[in-house]
């Protein structure tokens, strides 16, 4: 019998055929909340594919505790945790945590979170569009106002036509 953790995704892999293309199964998916973090592209990725300034999904705590993100939760088996580490570089590239997040039904969960260790970030860093727009096969898990911030959040083709 399986014994089943949560995962919390907040980047490409809310999207669930990114789950399968990595060999990953899940029991169930829904949206959750994180409270007092946000969505930032700022990650160092291992390899930027020659896209200087190119940034990945990452949390980080905001400076006040006010607002809060979206992601989805992932109900997996247990045994899919080293391949998640794997997908993730950890501990290389990344902490692993545990963090309590808000159901929509207001429910409280405890789910496992991947984020960036603080020397593999940039703030300079930015998404390009084409990675936001991956994002919009998630509109319907996740609120229209949160994919609207995320997909209009500035990226590397903003920051070129500013200069």
Known sequence: MPNYIHW?????????????EH????????SVTLSAYR?????????????EGL?????VPTS???GMMEGMLYEIDEKFLPKIDELYHYPDEY?????RFTKHDFSLVNAVV???????TDDSLLPTKEVLKKFKVCKKALTMLYISRLLNMPTL?????ES
């Open 157 to 161: 083709e903003d920051q070129k036509t």
């Open 55 to 59: 940034g990945q999904a990452n949390i």
């Open 23 to 30: 060999g990953l199964e899940y029991n169930a998916a829904f």
């Open 114 to 120: 991947y984020m960036a260790q603080k020397d593999r």
């Open 95 to 99: 902490l692993r945590k545990k963090m």
């Open 64 to 66: 006040n505790n006010l």
């Open 39 to 51: 969505l930032k592209f700022n990650k160092i990725p291992l390899d930027n594919g020659g896209i």
């Open 8 to 20: 919390f995704a907040y980047d490409e892999m809310m999207i669930p055929e990114n789950m399968k």
